[in-house]
């Protein structure tokens, strides 16, 4: 049996373990998928959870590749659900739980933001095209005025891909395993104006560089570059 005090003691922590048992038998859990209105998956999403009510951050994550969160050992109760994504508009949710229930948010779909639009008066960059013993791929390169800009989001995208990812050191972006085609890239940051070329053309075994440094500006315009509707087509150099 032992001494009462050390029995006291076993009694406490048997307790204990039991009730935090208990406590993970009956969590909660809250996933999901972001995605946009195209229905291609919102990666590099942030993803806030608080108390309904309450300013206190409980939780934070980012989206994978797949747009894909998860929020586990959740007790019940109500929960907000806040969304943010360069290029696009906020998105709060509101969600209650029971003990034990697994909610899945299938359909979190963000909008882009509103932004103006200004003339197509931007000369277009010259595309160097190489031909590589590896699949298809886009290089470029991203600044302002001379200074490079990271966390841009770049999407390359045609009406039956869409490619995501963001610049890094240097303003560098690459996409890799790209099916031929003719595309469109557009590169969004919350401090600039968006950039759009539309008509690149990927063909299969090449690499295909951005010869110019894509050149963000600050003004709430939309930079809109389209050879369709120029007067001289960007140089495509083989």
């Known amino acids: 049996m032992g001494p009462p005090v050390l029995n006291a003691i076993r009694l406490v922590i048997w307790v204990g373990l039991v009730q935090v048992s208990a406590n993970l038998t009956n969590a909660a859990e809250i996933k999901g998928t972001v995605r946009d209105l195209s229905g291609a998956p919102a990666d590099n999403t942030s993803v806030e959870l608080r108390r309904e009510g309450s300013a206190a951050l409980l939780r934070s994550l980012t989206t994978d590749r797949s747009g894909t969160f998860q929020f586990t050992e959740l007790e019940e109760g109500v929960y907000k659900l806040s969304f943010h994504c360069v290029g696009f508009r906020p998105l709060n949710w509101t969600v209650s739980v029971r003990p034990d229930q697994k909610l899945v948010l299938s359909d979190v779909a963000l909008q882009l933001a509103p932004?103006?639009?200004c003339p197509d008066e931007f000369d277009l960059p010259r595309l160097l095209v190489e031909k590589t013993n590896g699949p298809s791929e886009l290089v470029g390169i991203v600044e302002e005025s001379g200074s490079s800009v990271r966390?841009?989001?770049?999407?390359?995208?045609?009406?039956?891909?869409?490619?995501?990812?963001?610049?890094?050191v240097g303003g560098h972006f690459r996409f890799t395993d790209l099916d031929p085609g003719r595309y469109t890239l557009r590169i969004r940051h919350a401090d600039f104006a968006d950039?759009?070329?539309?008509?690149v053309d990927i063909r299969a075994g090449k690499k295909t560089l951005i010869g110019d440094v894509l050149q963000l500006d600050r003004c709430p315009t939309t930079v809109h570059c389209n050879p369709t509707r120029k007067v001289r087509r960007a140089a495509v150099c083989m």
């Open 115 to 117: 932004i103006e639009n």
């Open 151 to 168: 966390n841009a989001a770049v999407t390359f995208f045609d009406s039956s891909h869409s490619y995501r990812t963001t610049t890094g």
């Open 195 to 199: 950039f759009l070329i539309e008509d």
